[in-house]
């Protein structure tokens, strides 16, 4: 189904009544609810980015869709433990900013070694009041060389001296028993160079070129790194 740019534009109502029934065809009616009242605050909003972003193009309807369909997929494997603690927050919108909330940041592998380890030192953290973990990067990052874990090849694997995806999994679950959030880090303004969307780009497909910031030579790179630290050597 394709919506004409003027709707697209000037109808953010319109347009999420005419895409919500096929992107979200696969939720529960409990779960379309809930949706729907977070759509109704939000999606004006989100509409309005994305109008920003992509002008009056025949993609928009599309990526209007597929964002809705990724976050009714999401939401149909979320936990409902987690859906449990999406309603209490949705309550105390501002829960993040209480005076009860203490945070405390550590590389896992200089803390305790790996997130296993991590796990078991969660009696310590309770014991300073500890109510968020934030953990730098556990990401799988090339050997050598990777700015302390943000040039990240794989979010979708764990440094395999750290643990497994499933252990991370372990460990945001055990956290959340005793009170405490894990927050991570996502890196949106780069990747290494093994990432698959570099390896795509370097290989010459445009589209993912357009990730990122490339060059047909050397003297734009190399007038930054006149005045710019290196971190990637390559």
Do not use: C
Not at 32 to 55: D, I
Not at 89 to 97: G, I, K, S, T
């Amino acid at each position: 189904m394709s919506i004409s740019a003027a709707l697209l534009r000037k109808d953010p109502a319109r347009t999420l009544n005419a895409l919500w029934p096929e992107a979200t065809a696969s939720l529960t009616k409990t779960d379309q609810k809930t949706l729907r009242a977070r759509a109704n605050r939000q999606f004006e909003r989100l509409h309005g980015l994305l109008h920003r972003l992509y002008g009056e193009t025949y993609e928009l309807d599309g990526v209007l869709k597929e964002a809705l369909r990724i976050v009714a997929e999401g939401m149909a494997a979320r936990p409902r433990a987690l859906k449990k603690l999406d309603k209490e927050r949705e309550a105390d919108p501002r829960w993040f900013r209480r005076a009860r909330m203490v945070g405390a940041m550590a590389y896992a592998d200089r803390f305790a070694g790996t997130l296993d380890g991590v796990r078991a030192q969660i009696p310590y953290l309770k014991d300073l009041g500890i109510t968020y973990l934030h953990l730098m990067p556990v990401y799988a990052v090339p050997d050598g060389p990777n700015d302390g874990g943000f040039a990240v090849s794989d979010y979708r694997a764990v440094r395999p001296d750290l643990g497994t995806i499933d252990d991370l999994r372990a460990l945001a679950d055990a956290l959340r028993a005793d009170g405490i959030s894990l927050a991570l880090d996502f890196v949106f303004n780069h990747t290494s160079d093994e990432h698959p969307w570099a390896q795509k780009a370097l290989a010459g497909d445009t589209r993912f070129q357009d990730y990122y910031w490339m060059f047909p030579d050397r003297t734009l790179p190399d007038a930054y790194e006149q005045h710019l630290r290196e971190i990637f050597p390559e």
